[in-house]
C-alpha cells in the first residue's frame, strides 16, 4: 500500500486537534448479500452482520472491517452519514456507539442517538426557501412509478423521494430529468436500484460541517461512493471512494482522493485499512 501524505490544513496547525472520521453507510461500509461483488469462486470471508430486517439478516461487513471500525471509533470522532432516514439507521448496530450520527442526507444530526431538532428545523426551513415543494416532486415520483420499473417509492422524513427499482437495468436514462430539477433547486443521484431525488440544500456536508464546528479543531477524513457523497469528500483532508459505485462510474476525483483498488465488500474493508492507515500516517491528533 502506497504511503498518504496529508495536505496542509488549518486544523492540522493547531496543537490537539483530533480526526473526525466521517464514513457513509450502505455499499461504502457495509453491504447487503447482492452487492458483495465477490469474484467468481471465491471463498467468502468471515462475515459479521450488521442490520436485520424482520429478524433476517439484511446488511454486513467482514469481522476485518468490523474490527477497524472499532479500532478507528477508538482512535477518532467516527461520524456515520447516511441516506438512510432515522428509523432505517437506527436497525444498523456497527458494534460502536458513535457520538454524532448524520441521517437522511443531513436531514437530521443525531447527537448520543438523540436528534438536534433546531437543526432539523434549520435544514426544513432552508429548503422551504430554496426548492420546489416536495409535494411536486412527489408526484413526478409518482409519474416515474407508473411507468413499471419501480417497486417501492417513498417519501424520507418528509425531507426527500426515494424509488427502488425491480432491477438496476430498468432505470430507464434520467439526465433529461435531473436536468429540469436542477433548475428547480433539486438533485438526482442513482445508487443501485435505488433513486434519489434530494433537495439542494439538503447535504450531508453541511451536516458534517456542523460537526466538525462542534468537535473543533479537528481534521477531517470521509469515505463514500454515491455523488451525495462528493460535497463532503471534496472537504476532506483525506478521503476514500471504493472502486464501485456512482462516484465510480462518474471516474470522479479530488485532490486527497484514494481509490481501492478492489470493489464491493472487501473494497469496503481496504478503505477502512486506507482510513486507520492515513490517520497513522498523519501523526498524532
Not at 99 to 118: F, Q
Not at 148 to 168: H, I, M, N, P, Q
Not at 195 to 221: C, I, N, S, W
Amino acid at each position: 500500500m502506497s504511503t498518504w501524505t496529508p495536505a496542509p490544513s488549518p486544523a492540522a496547525a493547531l496543537p490537539g486537534a483530533r480526526w473526525v472520521v466521517a464514513c457513509d453507510l450502505d455499499q461504502t461500509l457495509i453491504y447487503s448479500r447482492r452487492s458483495f461483488r465477490l469474484p467468481s469462486g471465491a471463498v467468502e470471508p468471515e462475515l459479521v452482520t450488521v442490520e436485520h430486517i424482520d429478524g433476517e439478516p439484511a446488511a454486513f461487513c467482514t469481522a476485518a472491517s468490523a474490527e477497524l471500525i472499532a479500532r478507528l471509533h477508538a482512535a477518532a470522532t467516527l461520524v456515520p452519514v447516511t441516506t438512510r432516514t432515522r428509523a432505517q439507521y437506527e436497525r444498523v448496530d456497527l458494534g460502536v456507539r458513535p457520538r454524532y450520527a448524520i441521517t437522511t442526507n443531513g436531514g437530521h444530526l443525531l447527537v448520543d442517538g438523540r436528534p438536534d431538532e433546531a437543526w432539523a428545523a434549520r435544514i426544513r426551513e432552508r429548503i422551504a426557501t430554496r426548492a420546489r415543494p416536495l409535494a411536486e416532486v412527489w408526484a413526478i415520483a409518482q409519474r416515474l412509478a407508473a411507468d413499471g420499473w419501480v417497486r417501492v417509492s417513498r417519501v424520507a422524513d418528509g425531507l426527500f423521494v426515494y424509488l427502488v427499482a425491480y432491477e438496476r437495468d430498468g432505470i430507464p436514462d434520467l439526465s433529461g430529468l435531473a436536468a429540469g430539477l436542477a433548475a428547480d433547486g433539486w438533485g438526482l443521484s442513482v445508487q443501485g436500484r435505488k433513486v434519489y431525488l434530494v433537495p439542494a440544500g439538503l447535504t450531508k456536508q453541511a451536516a458534517l460541517a456542523e460537526v466538525m464546528r462542534r468537535a473543533a479543531p479537528a481534521r477531517l477524513a470521509a469515505a463514500g461512493d454515491s455523488l451525495l457523497d462528493a460535497g463532503m469528500l471534496a472537504a476532506a483532508d483525506l478521503a476514500v471512494r471504493p472502486a464501485h459505485g456512482e462516484l465510480d462510474e462518474h471516474r470522479w476525483t479530488h485532490p486527497n482522493l484514494r481509490v481501492t483498488t478492489v470493489s464491493g465488500l472487501r473494497g469496503g474493508q481496504e478503505l477502512l485499512e486506507i482510513l486507520e492507515a492515513g490517520l497513522a500516517a498523519a501523526g498524532p491528533a
